[in-house]
């Protein structure tokens, strides 16, 4: 996967981000929790963690290093193949406007996109076979090993120390779960409780 972010910024180019991008990125954040509170009303209990972590992109001292991404990582997107993964859809999220999805972005948010769907994958096998005691464990389990090594195997590959990024990879990822939750309630009711 670091090596699709670093042939897209070979084609595409890159640049960093400033502290006025960061900041305007971490107010669309709250703009989209805002919004998502209207069809969500529960998110409201969690609004005060979730400014929080946006908060945290607006202060981080890492690099933001904004560049094309795939824009909607996630494992429904990805291929095993007898010679390695492969990456689809490289359309970015279907409700966004084409101009936003073809804009620069920083590549933490793949990361976290993808980071979002071992939670979600972990999550709905509860949802589909019960939350027993075991099988809660080996979910989380599962969930922590696969986290683990897609962070491992992207800072190896990529050289990046994805510790200083933790701030803003938990920003996207908390985005993506407000983005998950209002499309649940619009698509998959019963599916909520998973983001």
């Known amino acids: 996967f670091a090596a699709v972010h670093h042939d897209l910024a070979a084609a595409f180019g890159s640049t960093s981000a400033n502290e006025e991008q960061a900041a305007r990125l971490a107010h669309h954040m709250r703009r989209r929790l805002h919004e998502a509170v209207e069809v969500v009303p529960e998110l409201a209990d969690h609004a005060a963690g979730l400014h929080r972590r946006f908060d945290g992109l607006r202060t981080t001292t890492a690099t933001i290093d904004l560049q094309r991404v795939h824009g909607d990582l996630h494992l429904g997107q990805t291929l095993r193949t007898t010679i390695g993964w492969k990456l689809i859809d ?96 619009r698509h998959r009711p019963d599916w909520l409780p998973i983001p």
């Open 90 to 185: 490289f359309e970015g999220e279907p409700a966004k406007p084409v101009a936003e999805r073809v804009a620069p972005s920083p590549r933490m948010r793949d990361v976290a996109g993808m980071l979002r769907s071992f939670d979600y994958a972990a999550g709905a096998s509860l949802q589909e076979f019960g939350t027993s005691p075991q099988l809660a464990y080996r979910a989380e389990e599962w969930n922590a090993r696969n986290r683990a090594a897609f962070l491992g195997g992207y800072a190896a590959a990529s050289d990046t120390d994805l510790d200083e990024h933790h701030d803003v990879i938990a920003a996207f990822e908390a985005d993506k779960a407000v983005y998950e939750a209002v499309y649940e309630a």
